[in-house]
């Protein structure tokens, strides 16, 4: 059974920076892709990023690129996301999730469908 545990999110000010973390219980870690997502409440959930199999590639929403850095530690089979600048509508619980095998090499795309775990979410808030 995979397992997917995020954590690190938390109350954070408008400016302030948090790193997520997602440990993953499964086998050959590094040869899956992992990717974040995000939902606020009475929204759609959100792609945030994702980051492939070999580390080598990476691939962000345009909401986010410029503050959000994906990032892996297969020995630890963990997989980061660091925030800066957050913003209030950055306010959303954020969802870690294993890519599917037959799109990890190469990073799977930003639709929900491409990944088959998933976390069970972290909430991080930003006031203003």
């Known amino acids: 059974q995979v397992q997917l545990i995020e954590s690190g999110g938390g109350f954070v000010q408008a400016g302030g920076s948090l790193r997520l973390a997602c440990a993953a219980s499964?086998?050959?870690?590094?040869?899956?892709?992992m990717g974040w997502f995000r939902q606020a409440p009475g929204k759609e959930r959100e792609f945030i990023a994702t980051i492939s199999a070999g580390d080598s590639i990476t691939k962000y929403a345009d909401s986010v690129k410029d503050r959000v850095t994906v990032s892996r530690e297969n020995a630890k089979n963990t997989v980061y996301l660091e925030m800066k600048s957050l913003r209030p509508e950055d306010t959303a619980v954020y969802y870690c999730?294993?890519?599917?095998?037959?799109?990890?090499?190469?990073?799977?795309?930003?639709?929900?469908?491409?990944?088959?775990?998933w976390g069970q979410g972290t909430q991080v808030t930003v006031s203003s």
């Open positions: 499964t086998r050959s870690f590094s040869d899956y892709a």
């Open positions: 999730a294993r890519g599917r095998l037959y799109c990890s090499a190469y990073g799977c795309r930003d639709r929900s469908t491409e990944y088959d775990y």
